[in-house]
Nanobody, 126 residues
Framework: QVQLVESGGGLVQAGGSLRLSCAAS????????MAWFRQAPGKEREFVAS????????YYEDSVKGRFTISRDRAKNTMYLQMSSLKPGDTDVYYC???????????????????WGQGTQVTVSS
């Protein structure tokens, strides 16, 4: 499985911005889709956004549309999540993930997604 490493989490005030990065350990197939998920303690992991590695098609969870932007730099094997207009409800551990899905399909996590990062904490203060 591809190894994924997130970075860029931290503490930010409500209304602020933060950019997360996810670096892959190797070049990714054109059929690969990368995604961001998030999880709060005691809650299920939920989908945030995804991007097809080759074409760049994207898919977002409704609550982040217009505030978050997912992108990738294929030359650097790195995916990004630019988060703006952050709200306290965005406080979570954010995970990057990847597998051979469509951007819509990976949101279901069925079958289980093959590669996950270790997570990075994002805390939004009010």
């Amino acid at each position: 499985q591809v190894q994924l490493v997130e970075s860029g989490g931290g503490l930010v005030q409500a209304g602020g911005s933060l950019r997360l990065s996810c670096a892959a350990s190797e070049g990714l197939s054109s059929s690969y889709t990368m995604a961001w998920f998030r999880q709060a303690p005691g809650k299920e992991r939920e989908f945030v956004a995804s991007i097809n590695w080759n074409i760049g098609d994207t898919y977002y969870e409704d609550s982040v549309k217009g505030r978050f932007t997912i992108s990738r730099d294929r030359a650097k094997n790195t995916m990004y999540l630019q988060m703006s207009s952050l709200k306290p409800g965005d406080t979570d551990v954010y995970y990057c993930a990847g597998d051979f899905y469509t951007p819509f399909g990976i949101a279901t996590m069925t079958p289980p997604v093959g590669s996950w990062g270790q997570g990075t904490q994002v805390t939004v203060s009010s």
